[in-house]
């Protein structure tokens, strides 16, 4: 059993002890708290992108597909790998720079460590130049959906099991809160084909900057396969906070993705991949889909050390063990850890946003200082 393992193992038994691995982190986590300044050198890349033409039969060309990528490169680089941060649905980097109540984001708890960090803004999202002639129309949240599922779903009648064990938003969650006003102001809207463009661009990124480890959150969950999967000797290893799933559904014809996987035995056609359901173990759990046996294995993926979470609050608590089951299945090297079970308790689907926000970023490079090399 590995030392992370042997922590796991008796973080399940006692939480509350185990908890204390985050004290130093949580007494950080206070808007209202000076903090030590931290120096590192700060830039801004693009990456991916090409030339098409800015109109039929025109000899000029626009740029299309590239990313915008924020670097935080510290003086006290004492980590060997950087992380790449990629934000989900409706969202921006913004998400990982800072908290809605005026924390440090992930980012920076990352940079305090000693890790070189990557932010990224999805093409046509952000500051990812949006082109509607190569990126097609977009599409957006309201303040409904962003109360009901990420601010403050335990006040919603109706919602997933699991919403009314929330607690970690930083105010009420709803209109007038500035937390949550702070919070809306920051979304945005999509634009389609993101999975084959993000997962080309952070490709490129990869090629430019070396091997990392890729954190991916909802939707850009299911970018973080393909990404793997096209640079598998540059992603060292990955961190999958809470991924678009569950696999199969939601046009995952590939299994846990829209786009080409490279299986063996080689599958040519999504048509090939047959599944199968599993059903759920509990009433608050969702079957789960599975390769029929005997199950293709994700050949590119089989030697990246790969960590799902979970919030103990959030809709993915009913089915995010379907996509770490898929992905053993296929032979990928997964911890899934629901938050709860170590100590961190009442989380949403935005964690990075919540009060308890270091709490799990501490935990992520516990998990990646044992696991990645």
Not at 179 to 208: C, H, I, K, P, Y
Not at 225 to 253: H, N, T, Y
Request: with cysteine; glycine share 10%; aromatic share 8%.
């Amino acid at each position: 059993m590995t030392g992370l393992r042997k922590c796991l193992v008796a973080a399940v038994a006692a939480p509350a002890a185990f908890a204390a691995i985050f004290a130093t982190a949580a007494a950080k986590d206070d808007p209202g708290k000076k903090l030590d300044p931290v120096t590192v050198r700060y830039g801004v890349l693009y990456a991916g992108g090409e030339y098409v033409p800015a109109a039929e039969g025109s000899p000029n060309k626009i740029m299309t597909g590239q990313i915008q990528v924020e670097y935080f490169l510290p003086k006290n680089n004492t980590r060997k790998l950087p992380v790449v941060m990629i934000h989900g649905a409706w969202q921006t980097g913004v998400n990982f720079l800072s908290t809605p109540d005026g924390r440090e984001g992930w980012a920076l708890n990352f940079v305090r460590q000693g890790y070189p960090v990557y932010v990224v803004d999805q093409p046509a999202r952000g500051r990812s130049t949006y082109h509607p002639a190569t990126n097609g129309p977009l599409s957006g949240s309201d303040t409904g959906a962003a109360q009901s599922r990420f601010t403050a779903p335990e006040k919603f009648e109706g919602n997933w099991p699991q919403a009314k064990k929330h607690t970690q938003w930083p105010g009420t969650g709803l209109m007038g809160d500035k937390a949550f006003d702070q919070f809306f102001a920051s979304q945005v809207e999509n634009a389609g084909n993101g999975e084959a463009l993000t997962t080309a661009a952070v490709a490129d990124l990869l090629d430019r900057i070396g091997p990392a480890i890729i954190m991916t959150h909802s939707q850009s969950g299911a970018y973080t396969w393909p990404i793997a999967d096209a640079r598998p000797k540059l992603v060292k290893g990955i961190l999958a906070v809470e991924p678009s799933g569950p696999p199969v559904d939601g046009g995952k014809v590939w299994g846990v993705s829209t786009t080409p996987l490279t299986y063996t035995p080689v599958v040519s056609d999504p048509s090939e991949l047959q599944f199968e359901e599993v059903p759920a173990t509990n009433p608050n759990l969702l079957p789960c889909k599975r390769q029929k046996r005997p199950a293709r294995k994700l050949v590119n993926l089989q030697k990246i050390p790969t960590l799902i979470i979970t919030g103990e609050a959030s809709y993915h608590a009913q089915y995010d063990q379907c996509t770490a089951r898929y992905l053993e299945q296929a032979g990928v090297p997964v911890d899934f850890i629901r938050l709860e079970k170590i100590g961190i308790n009442g989380n949403g689907h935005m964690m990075m946003l919540e009060k308890n926000s270091a709490d799990i970023a501490a935990f992520m490079m516990m998990w990646a200082g044992q696991n990645v090399r």
